[in-house]
């Protein structure tokens, strides 16, 4: 079956701007993770969604990050004001639980100018 | 902040050789998890060793978990140019969080 997909692949905006990305999880997946991934490190925890409620968002580095997740399944992460030290990937996992094996979107590869 | 810290930070190999990858953790774990990154690409999961469990094999991968030291090794037996990657673990906490601390990342190269 399909995988988790995310769009777009790549986004360049100008400081300043406002950015959503998306997230299509596993068909019947429950848990649905972001991730933020700076060029060279591992992944970092931005938000957890169980369903379309969002149980964890301690990872989200100011309130300029919003993400939702209205419907239980697609769920989309908004940047605000877009700075500099927004450039990375934007990484969305999802499961069929909340323990169990995480798989991976491709990514969204984001630069701000 | 990162969790746990692989080692080494970039390895080189000849195709045919064995790859052996560590990784440090903080806490106490409920399992960890090894994933695959291709330059661009998005994580792919290669294997998942419990916290009660001290080996695991899978094709050509070997995991071993020592709980007591907070550590695990990647063994990749007979590379391949294929392997050419980056090699994460990543931890599930036993405090309850949901989601996975990764390390900072081998970058593995396998010349032909």
């Known amino acids: 079956g399909a995988g988790v997909s995310q769009s777009p692949r790549y986004k360049v905006a100008k400081r300043g701007q406002d950015v959503a990305l998306r997230c299509d999880p596993i068909s019947g997946h429950v848990s649905l993770f972001w991730y933020q991934q700076a060029l060279g490190q591992g992944p970092e925890f931005l938000t957890y969604f169980q369903n379309e409620a969002q149980l964890d968002k301690s990872g989200l580095p100011s309130d300029r990050f919003f993400a939702e997740r209205p419907e239980g399944s697609v769920s989309t992460l908004k940047i605000q004001r877009t700075q500099q030290e927004d450039s990375a990937v934007y990484l969305c996992a999802s499961t069929e639980g909340s323990t169990d094996t995480q798989y991976f979107g491709p990514g969204t590869r984001l630069t701000v100018l | 902040s990162q969790q746990g810290e692989e080692d080494p930070q970039a390895l080189s190999i000849q195709e045919g050789e064995n790859a052996t990858m560590n990784c440090s953790y903080k806490t106490s774990i409920n399992n960890l998890q090894w994933y695959r990154q291709n330059s661009g690409r998005g994580l792919v999961h290669l294997i998942l060793i419990r916290s009660n469990e001290r080996e695991k094999h899978s094709g050509r991968l070997r995991v071993t978990l020592d709980t007591s030291k907070k550590s695990s090794s990647l063994l990749i037996t007979a590379s391949r140019a294929a392997d050419t990657a980056s090699y994460f673990c990543?931890?599930?906490?036993?405090?309850?969080?949901?989601?996975?601390?990764f390390g900072t990342g081998t970058r593995l190269t396998v010349i032909p």
């Open positions: 990543a931890t599930d906490e036993l405090s309850g969080a949901n989601n996975l601390f």
